[in-house]
């Protein structure tokens, strides 16, 4: 699967938030974005999932050729794209093992028996050392931020995306569970070949990935790209370099 956004152009209301930007990515590849407080990095991740409030007022996003710009957010997910969420939302009264079970059968097409399901749901949690109980709890209600993050990180090893967006999946976590979620990630990645758009503020997560491709971006737009070292270069010297 390819992704490609082609001269995008994003507004909220009647304020532009993506101007004008490019990026083309395959399933397979990791690649890295980074960029200041407000420069638009959770607009663009928002935009591709369709979500109704960011309008595409000139430009494209095309997966495999074709533009999705138009479609809704359950059928961009029928096609293989998954977002993570910088803030992910509760949702009282939805448990997790629901919610999953139902969207694995929307979008992936698993329809193992419940009963595999589930010990894949507990493996993974284990894993990601996700408490038990956590599970059997409605969607993030109460959950630490830390929590939440993980559970993020749950949501797209059972859902097997063929790109996934991951949106800061590295905020709010304590060092171990940083660790813990970057293999997570690695793991899913080689056992999916899922391809990686990674948002990030900092380079710790990356120490435990090995990311190809980094895209710095500024005020809506991609502004430097360039490998791994572009990452350190950013850590050492800050954005104005
Ligand atoms: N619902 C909204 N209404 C008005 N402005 C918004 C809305 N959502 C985002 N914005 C604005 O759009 C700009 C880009 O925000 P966005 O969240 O995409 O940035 P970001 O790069 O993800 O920042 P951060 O690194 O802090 O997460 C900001 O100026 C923000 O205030
Ligand atoms: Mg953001």
Known sequence: MKLEIKNLHVFIEDKEVIKGLDLAMNEGEFHVLMGPN??????????????????????????????????????????????????????????????????????????????????????????????????????????????????????????????????????GLDVDAIKLVAAKINEIRKNTKAGILLITHYSRILKYMEPEYVHIMHDGKITREGGKDLIEEIESKGYKA
């Open 38 to 171: 407000g420069s638009g990095k959770t607009s663009l991740s928002k935009a591709i999932m369709g979500h109704p409030a960011y309008l595409i007022k000139e430009g494209d996003i095309l997966v495999d050729g074709k533009s999705i710009k138009d479609l809704s957010t359950d059928k961009i997910a029928k096609l293989g794209l998954f977002l993570g969420f910088q803030n992910p939302i509760e949702v009282d009264g939805l448990g997790v093992i629901n919610f999953l079970n139902t969207a694995r059968g929307a979008v992936s097409k698993d329809n193992a028996p419940f009963k595999d399901f589930l010990n894949e749901v507990k493996s993974n949690a284990e894993s990601l050392k996700i408490k038990e109980d956590l599970v059997n709890r409605s969607l993030n209600f109460g959950f630490s931020g830390g929590e939440k993050k993980k559970v993020e990180v749950l949501q797209m090893a059972m859902l097997k995306p063929k790109i996934a967006i991951l949106d800061e999946p590295d905020s």
